[in-house]
């Protein structure tokens, strides 16, 4: 795949999986660490290093004991949504600032790393290379490809989603509805990350919250992958 070089004010779809298809993440707190990550390297200053707390309940980010001293927050690109599965991730973002794209995923790769290899005693990249970068210039793939990214974790329980022969539309959507690991429950109004993305721009775009759940079980029962398989890594 050619690289390309993000511009300011284009959305781009962005994704990248463990190293030989390994698992990036082995519990809940590595979730929460990469998703904790996903916030703190979105910006353009300098940022110090931060207090973790070591255990995590409820919703939201955990608590953070922040540098007082700490300009607030620039940031590099919106975090339009975002899915983690155990051995890859899936970001939709509109670039903020010029380069935004690169530093902030610099940012996120190295820090999410370095955090990896000590806790868990390794050394050695943990991504498959450089993160894959896809331009999104097309509406009806902007149309398509967040109910794709939210669907993702249905390889955890229904595989058969991405071939229409899906049981169970009601287990399927709830499942969808508490995996915490997704921007999609902050998109149907069920509080999980919510300052992590900025929502306005497809919420806008796809009408309300209540549209996108609807539109989501509509895309599930009428999977429409090859409307964006140039742009969704299958």
């Known amino acids: 795949m050619e690289r390309i070089k993000p511009a300011t004010g284009e959305i781009y779809h962005i994704y990248n999986r463990g190293v030989e298809k390994r698992n990036v993440f082995l519990e809940d707190f590595d979730y929460l660490r990469f998703i904790h990550d996903l916030f703190e390297f979105n ?10 707390p070591a255990k995590f309940s409820g919703v939201g980010l955990p608590k953070i004991i922040e540098n007082k001293e700490r300009k607030p927050r620039k940031l590099l690109v919106e975090i339009l949504a975002f899915c983690l599965m155990p051995n890859h991730f899936h970001l939709l973002v509109k670039q903020r600032l010029d380069d935004g794209v690169a530093k902030f995923m610099q940012k996120l790769g190295t820090g999410y790393t370095n955090y990896f290899n000590q806790k868990y005693e390794r050394v050695g990249a943990l991504f498959q290379g450089k993160y894959k970068a896809i331009h999104i210039v097309r509406e009806a793939h902007l149309l398509h490809l967040p109910y794709y990214i939210h669907l993702n974790p249905l ?21 969808l509805e508490k995996y915490k690991w997704s921007s999609y429950p902050d998109y149907i109004g069920k509080k999980n990350f919510p300052s992590v993305t900025q929502r306005d721009f497809l919420l806008d775009f796809f009408s309300n919250s209540e549209a996108y759940k609807a539109g989501m079980l509509a895309w599930l029962k009428e999977i429409a992958i090859e409307e964006i398989k140039e742009i969704s890594f299958e």
């Open 155 to 175: 390889d955890l329980i229904a595989p058969e989603w991405r071939d229409r022969k899906i049981k169970d539309l009601g287990v399927a959507m709830g499942f």
């Open 43 to 52: 910006d353009k200053n300098f940022v110090p290093k931060l207090y973790i």
